[in-house]
């Protein structure tokens, strides 16, 4: 599959007199009327079906609605492919992150843990509930207030208050100031369309990076229903969410001239999102 061919077709739009074209017209139009009887969908509709908010309410997967009939399309809503492949997405950079964290603990006495666009932050606090705080400093970034204030109800909720927690934009260059032996970017380069931001940020990260650190991110190299999401629902930008595939291959590329060296990598078993480590050289 041509990857930048597809997302190219799909920001352009149909032909006003086809068939496809009334068809995703009129999906918008329900999923804007009848659609917001689903918790999830008005979520969606509200702040972008990518939004870490979003992908917050698919994590915790409990369907929610106004009458039986909101309810049972929330339900429908949560069960689509990409979200059940987001929640195994989800387990696998807990595994791997739990991992590191620990292979890192053995080496030293205190580690520094960063996410840069943390979200809701459900995967950073599974992993560092358990951690003895003394010997982890983390701290959980994102640049929308909304998503901070999520990871710190999710932490509070579950009886974290050593992590730190910044608004920060993880374009930003002067953001990347600080040493950390474990940086994470899970959910966040797959929504971004630029390969020249994504590529920038993998550089950047990297530089804050001592040798033997680690780098953790997600990558989204297929999905079978690209066209439907692209046609029919917004972003957190407010625009058509289409997505930009980006193969582990071109990964490998940015991460040479970033210098950090592949590690291992794992798919969900849709095949939809991976999780790679990466180590600093």
């Known amino acids: 599959m041509n990857h930048g061919r597809s997302f190219d077709a799909l920001q352009r739009p149909l032909p006003i007199y086809s068939f496809k074209n009334a068809y995703y017209a009129s999906v918008r139009k329900l999923l804007k009327t009848v659609g917001n009887l689903s918790d ?22 409990q369907a929610g609605g106004r009458l039986f009939i909101g309810k049972l399309m929330d339900r429908i809503y949560l069960n689509t492919i990409g979200w059940r492949g987001i929640r195994l997405r989800k387990e696998l950079v807990i595994q791997c992150l739990k991992r ?33 705080p003394h010997r982890v400093e983390s701290e959980l970034r994102d640049y929308k207030p909304e998503n901070i204030a999520q990871a710190m109800q999710n932490a509070e909720a579950c009886g974290l208050k050593n992590i730190r927690f910044k608004q920060a ?72 969410w289409v997505m930009r595939l980006r193969s582990l291959s071109l990964f490998q590329s940015w991460m040479n001239e970033a210098g950090l060296g592949y590690v291992s990598h794992s798919l969900e078993k849709h095949g939809i999102f991976g999780v790679v480590e990466t180590v600093k050289l």
Not at 40 to 61: A, E, W
Not at 119 to 124: P, Q
Not at 181 to 199: M, N, P
Request: charged residues 30%; glycine residues 8%; hydrophobic residues 40%.
């Open 40 to 61: 999830g969908i008005r979520l969606g509709n509200r702040h972008g079906f990518d939004s870490g908010v979003m992908l917050d309410y698919v994590y915790k997967n």
């Open 100 to 132: 590191v964290v620990a292979e890192h603990l053995r080496r030293n006495l205190r580690i520094r843990f960063m996410d840069l666009a943390c979200g809701g932050g459900e995967y950073d606090i599974e992993v560092l509930k358990d951690l003895p």
């Open 169 to 240: 934009d993880a374009f930003d260059s002067d953001n990347y100031r600080e040493r950390w032996d474990i940086i994470v970017a899970s959910g966040f380069w797959e929504i971004i369309e630029d390969d020249r931001l994504v590529k920038e940020c993998m550089l950047n990260a990297a530089r804050c990076l001592d040798p033997g650190g680690r780098l953790i991110f997600t990558i989204q190299p297929d999905h079978p229903q690209l066209e439907l999401i692209a046609r029919t629902l917004t972003s957190h930008t407010g625009k058509p």
